[in-house]
């Protein structure tokens, strides 16, 4: 697709401008289609541009909204805009979750850059995962907020981020032991990725919720969120090793050959030879996969947690401001594909920029 | 990378007994690393697995699978078989498979109709058509699946009640109890004269296809003329002897509709919930691979004098079949894990009725057990039958070259 784009802006204007014009009137075919295209633009979308717009109610109460009539109630995602980005967390210490989503915001800003690709980073994604949910819980100092009160726009992004760490180092052993020589390792890693990858996430999320807790001994509990989060941790480590093993299957035999002959032992083959090519290589595919993860996060629903898009759910329940469903998932789902549309561009930019640099490499 | 059997049989000297020699190759090197791994993963499940037997007595329930033949004292609401509230947890649960096997086969027709037709459309030279399949990939995989769920459901239930039903088609009424489309009418006569119809035709349909492979001619036109007339003729019979199939049209009888068949909103909440977002996976699978089979193809097409859709149909699909089975297998996996997720808009499938199962009777581990068993059952099936397809096009391809 990036090539055919390169492709067009290269060409002379005229070319473009006949090109353009061959695709909407060159045939009889092409015409028919653009009748029939446009037809179904200027049916669907005018409907839809009167309700979101036109006949929207931006300010007032749900009584403004209710005589305004047919059109979209935005006032209702100003009054609501607090409690679907923070859910139940005490409104008072709102700037704590705020500050919360902006770390995790940061941190993901800062990993996008490919110039701090290291060892620092790895650092600081430790750091915020360890400060991240500490600010939340207010520890050591501060009021004290349980993770269920916890809510919105913060525990989604603060899941698929920690899913997403926690699975990768697993992933990485799970990759190296489904192709290790090792005959029960390897066994068990095929069946924990094979298993876990057969079954829906639902089915590891109540695992996690309704039978880990009666394996614990009795009169222990772990905490509800973080029984989820390892749930997803694992879930997604099974899709990740099978990235990481395409990465691995990628790295000529030479590489592996010629660390043997420098005497180098299997792990410091793996971290310094093997594995830095072999993550470069799926880089692209990762991304893709972070983006599906964030996406499973609004499976938490079912156990009853109220990440952003049931926060997004429940604010149509209030008695105030009833069944405003359509806007509360209109805006959501915006919300959402900002996030995901934004993180597929970039994993098209990287993907033609790590190429660029592959190509610069092997032609110096 | 090198195969235990061909060094095996290099290496001269004696040879151990064949299977225990097999064994320790293939459970290779660090014997002893390895079986202490076994044995902590073991020490493991041993732990758990004590604590939930003790934890089980505490509140008086004893692990295993008897509680499937008690009376499940709950209500389903549609089901493929009948089903009341004091039939066994075995037959609730049944109903649950045969409700997601239900909505998964359809949703992977219908996504699998629409996704091939939007990867040709998204490949059109007609930038408006193109641009507009891209608007609607991209918006479909830019959203959770669970919000289009729940975006479905909520348009679906504030369609209007059976008195005012859409009526978007002749005898398709459309309402918030639920869409009801014609059917075939149970009138002792019509099943029987349809059912010989579809079998004649598929019977003419084997046998065309045999000849065709006997001969290595054939003819499309004239084998659907001839399938068609096959299926007619039992019609044909049928009238002369005055009867003729009825169609069994819904229509409003007091408050409520009759007639026809019924589907329920959240049925089809979930069934265009899935349809929409696996068909977005599908065009770009299937536009990947219509642009892997190399420009030649095309031009070798056209140089034949064939227009665009035999080019298509001949030439180009049947190679890019073979890279997109493949990739279409996983979207279909997907699907039927995805149809897990009726459960947060109450469509009563396999997930939801083991999770009441559960509630009901306290038996976690064993419900758990069974949606995981029943999941990856339904997943090795659905890859041999695709793996059984992919197959036949492999061969063909190495019997044509």
Known sequence: ?364 | MNSPASLQAAVPGPKGPGFVRALTEWWGEKPLTQLAIFAIVGLGFALLGGNLVHNMARVGLTPGFGFLGHAANFEIGEGLIAYSAGDSYLRAITVGLLNTVRVSLAGCILATILGVALGIARLSSNPLLSRLVQAYVEIVRNTPLLLQIFFWNALFHALPGPRQALAPLPGVLLSNRGFFFPFIADDGVTPAILTSSFLLAVLVGAALKWRARRTGRSNFKRSAALILAAAILPVAIAAAFGATPAIDLPRLAGFNIRGGISLSPEFMALLIALVVNTSASIAETVRAGILSVSAGQWEAGRALGLSYGRIMRLIVLPQALRVIIPVMTSSYLSLTKNSSLAVAIGFPDLVNILNTTANTTGQALEAILVMMLAYLALSLAVSIAMNAYNRRWALRERSAA
């Open chain 1, 1 to 364: 697709m990036s090539a055919m784009t390169e492709e067009a802006a290269l060409a002379p204007r005229s070319e473009r401008w006949r090109k353009l014009r061959d695709g909407l009137v060159g045939s009889r075919t092409n015409i028919a289609i653009t009748f029939g295209v446009a037809f179904l633009i200027l049916w669907l979308a005018p409907p839809f541009l009167r309700w979101s717009i036109v006949d929207a109610v931006w300010q007032g109460d749900a009584a403004a909204c209710a005589a305004a009539g047919t059109g979209a109630c935005w006032a209702f995602i100003g009054e609501k805009l607090r409690f679907i980005t923070f859910g139940f967390y005490p409104p008072h210490l709102h700037w704590r979750a705020g500050l919360a989503l902006l770390l995790m915001l940061a941190l993901l800003g800062v990993t996008a850059w490919p110039g701090y690709w290291g060892r620092r980073l790895l650092i600081l994604w430790g750091a915020a995962l360890l400060g991240v949910p500490l600010l939340l819980l207010g520890w050591p100092a501060g009021e004290f907020v349980p993770t269920e009160r916890w809510g919105g726009l913060p525990v989604t992004f603060l899941l698929a981020i920690g899913a997403f760490a926690g699975a990768f180092p697993l992933a990485i052993l799970l990759a190296l032991g489904r192709r290790s020589t090792m005959g029960g390792v390897r066994l068990l890693c095929i069946i924990f990725i094979e298993v876990l990858r057969g079954v829906p996430f639902i089915a590891v999320l109540y695992a996690a919720t309704l039978l880990f807790p009666l394996m614990l001994p009795a009169g222990s509990a772990i905490d509800k969120f973080l029984r989820a989060e390892v749930a997803l941790a694992l879930f997604v480590a099974a899709y990740l090793a099978e990235v990481v093993r395409g990465g691995l299957q990628a790295v000529p035999a030479g590489q592996y050959e010629a660390a043997k002959a420098l005497g180098l032992s299997y792990w410091r083959t793996m971290r310094l030879v093997v594995l830095p090519q072999a993550l470069r290589a799926v880089i692209p595919p990762l991304v893709n996969l972070a983006i599906g993860i964030f996406q499973d996060t609004t499976l938490v629903i079912i156990i009853g947690m109220f990440d952003f898009l049931n926060t997004a759910r429940v604010s149509a329940t209030d008695p105030n401001w009833l069944g405003f469903y359509r806007e509360a998932y209109v805006f959501a789902a915006l919300v959402y594909f900002i996030v995901c549309f934004c993180a597929s561009r970039y994993s098209l930019w990287l993907e033609a920029r790590l190429a660029a640099g592959q190509r610069t490499q092997t032609g110096g």
